[in-house]
């Protein structure tokens, strides 16, 4: 079982919005703005989509967002499009020995 | 070309050793903290390892303290994972990632990820 807890699946249609939640602890996600969010294609590599819970790296469309509330971060796609179904998965860095936690991944499906 | 390239991954016997190599070209690679991440077949990802820019830091998860070694050569530009009394709970696609924050230290994000070498630990 994962530390971070995301839903198994998700999807919407082209041009919609969905937003992925991932669910932790006051010890990880609630505790430090270290949430970071990757995407990740069938036989790729994960790719960095968001850190420090809000953060775009250069390159990434501005489509995809962060934010977070309390214990939940939460991974907002706008304008769905075809090459956005892929898995999606969150981390938090933690102070405890684990240091770094990951959830379960989320598949998105473009209808 | 930007990129990270591991190797070194196959087919072991419990209790035997592996060692993963990456190499990394495009950037300077001596400036950065390198992560171990790995992926169990259909399974979610889970950070292995972490060794500072210059090599003086490294920390582990809890599942593998003890078994692997993560280490690196900056004048070679790479990574390595020693792992030994490997379990079958090890098998995994093994990536090396980059951490974001260079000279800044370790910012626990991973910018740039090799495509990864698949170990798979059966008797």
């Known amino acids: 079982q994962s530390a971070l807890t995301q839903p198994a699946s998700v999807s919407g249609s082209p041009g919609q919005s969905i937003t992925i939640s991932c669910t932790g602890t006051?010890?990880?996600?609630?505790?430090?703005?270290?949430v970071s969010w990757y995407q990740q294609h069938p036989g790729k590599p994960p790719k960095l989509l968001i850190y420090?819970?809000?953060r775009r790296p250069s390159g990434v469309p501005s489509r995809f967002s962060g934010s977070k509330s309390g214990n939940t971060a939460s991974l907002t796609i706008s304008g769905l499009q075809a090459e956005d179904e892929a898995d999606y998965s969150c981390?938090?860095?933690?102070?405890?020995?684990?240091?770094?936690?990951f959830g379960g991944g989320t598949k998105l499906t473009v209808l | 070309q930007v990129q990270l390239v591991e190797s070194g991954g196959g087919v072991v016997q419990p209790g035997r050793s592996l060692r993963l190599s990456c190499l990394a070209s495009?950037?300077?690679?001596?400036?950065?903290?390198m992560h171990w991440v790995r992926q169990a077949p259909g399974k979610g990802l889970e950070w292995v390892a972490v060794?500072?820019?210059?090599?003086?830091?490294?920390f582990y998860a809890d599942s593998v303290k003890g078994r692997f070694t993560i280490s690196r050569d900056n004048s070679k530009d790479t990574l390595y994972v020693q792992m030994d009394n490997l379990r079958v709970e090890d098998t995994a696609v093994y990536y090396c990632?980059?951490?974001?924050?260079?000279?800044?230290?370790?910012?626990?994000?991973?910018?740039?990820w090799g495509r990864g070498t698949l170990v798979t630990v059966s008797s």
């Open positions: 006051s010890s990880d996600v609630g505790g430090y703005n270290y």
């Open positions: 420090d819970v809000t």
């Open positions: 990632a980059r951490d974001r924050a260079g000279l800044r230290g370790i910012d626990w994000s991973f910018d740039l």
């Open positions: 060794v500072w820019y210059g090599g003086t830091n490294d």
């Open positions: 495009g950037f300077t690679f001596s400036t950065y903290g």
């Open positions: 981390s938090s860095h933690t102070p405890s020995s684990i240091f770094v936690v």
